[in-house]
């Protein structure tokens, strides 16, 4: 459940959204930067090689391990920043996010297609930031 003093707005005057907030308005008292997070385990083998869905379930995995270790859950999260390598898997990156998220009040949220991550085979890159 989001905090009462947060608002997540989409006004009017601007263009519908999908599964995300144009502003989400936090007071801060401890803010959580969480690094772009990739598909690989905690030994650093990929997971899901040339499977799209399996990567992005990883990378959530990852982004909750981090946000534990920062004592924060996705209920603290109000931004995610997605690099994807093929836009057209956007359906597939949404549903899985909508497991994670709170699909009745969502981060704000920036989705860009890259030509190339840090490895070939890595086809998904998210990062996150938190407000406590």
Same mark, same amino acid.
């Given at each position: 459940? &989001?905090?009462?003093?947060?608002?997540?707005? /989409?006004?009017?005057?601007?263009?519908?959204?999908?599964?995300?907030?144009?502003?989400?308005?936090?007071? &801060?008292?401890?803010?959580?930067?969480?690094?772009?997070?990739?598909?690989?385990?905690?030994?650093?083998?990929?997971?899901?090689?040339?499977?799209?869905?399996?990567?992005?379930?990883?990378?959530?995995?990852?982004?909750?391990?981090?946000?534990? &270790?920062?004592?924060? /859950?996705?209920?603290?999260?109000?931004?995610?920043?997605?690099?994807?390598?093929?836009?057209?898997?956007?359906?597939?990156?949404?549903?899985?996010?909508?497991?994670?998220?709170?699909?009745?009040?969502?981060?704000?949220?920036?989705?860009?297609?890259?030509?190339?991550?840090?490895?070939?085979?890595?086809?998904?890159?998210?990062? &996150?930031?938190?407000?406590?």
């Amino acid at each position: 459940m &989001a905090e009462p003093d947060r608002r997540f707005l /989409s006004p009017d005057t601007l263009p519908r959204p999908f599964g995300y907030s144009h502003v989400v308005d936090v007071p &801060a008292n401890r803010i959580v930067f969480l690094s772009g997070q990739v598909p690989l385990d905690a030994a650093g083998n990929l997971v899901g090689e040339g499977d799209f869905a399996t990567q992005v379930r990883q990378v959530f995995e990852n982004l909750s391990a981090a946000l534990a &270790a920062a004592d924060a /859950s996705w209920s603290d999260v109000v931004k995610l920043d997605y690099f994807v390598r093929d836009i057209g898997e956007v359906a597939a990156l949404r549903a899985i996010r909508d497991e994670y998220v709170n699909t009745e009040q969502p981060p704000a949220s920036t989705l860009v297609e890259v030509s190339r991550l840090f490895r070939d085979d890595v086809l998904v890159e998210i990062e &996150a930031v938190a407000v406590k």
